[in-house]
Nanobody
C-alpha cells in the first residue's frame, strides 16, 4: 500500500525558513518522479517544485531562488527547503508521486498518481 506522509509544517514569520519532508513507502521510490504542490483557501492546487529520479529539478516561477527540492533515494524521502518565506506562501503543502514523466506536464496535478495528506505552512507575523 502506497503512503506519502508529509511533515515539518508550521508557523513561520515572513522572511523566515522552513523545511518540509515527505516519507514514501509502498512503491519503488527511486523510479518515481516526485513533486510538491500547495493549495491556499479558496484557490486551486498549484505546482511548487518537482524532482526526477536522477535529481533534475523543476520549480514554479513564484518560488525560484527561494525554494529548493531534494530527494534521498536511500531513505525514500523528498524535501522542500523554503527560504525567504512570504505570507502568500501560506497553504497546505502536498507531496505527490508519478511514474511516467513528461516535461510539459510536470505542473499538472492530474498526472500524479499518489498524494499525501498535506502539511500546513503558515507565514505570518
Amino acid at each position: 500500500q502506497v503512503h506519502l506522509v508529509e511533515s515539518g509544517g508550521g508557523l513561520v514569520q515572513p522572511g523566515g525558513s522552513l523545511r518540509i519532508s515527505c516519507a514514501a513507502s509502498g512503491f519503488t521510490f527511486s523510479r518515481y518522479f516526485m513533486g510538491w504542490f500547495r493549495q491556499a483557501p479558496g484557490k486551486e492546487r498549484e505546482f511548487v517544485a518537482a524532482i526526477r529520479w536522477g535529481g533534475s529539478t523543476y520549480r514554479a516561477d513564484s518560488v525560484k531562488g527561494r525554494f529548493t527540492i531534494s530527494r534521498d533515494n536511500a531513505k525514500n524521502t523528498v524535501n522542500l527547503q523554503m527560504n525567504s518565506l512570504k505570507p502568500e506562501d501560506t497553504a497546505v503543502y502536498y507531496c505527490a508521486a508519478r511514474a511516467v514523466f513528461t516535461t510539459d506536464t510536470v505542473n499538472d496535478p492530474v498526472r500524479y498518481e499518489y498524494w499525501g495528506q498535506g502539511t500546513q505552512v503558515t507565514v505570518s507575523s
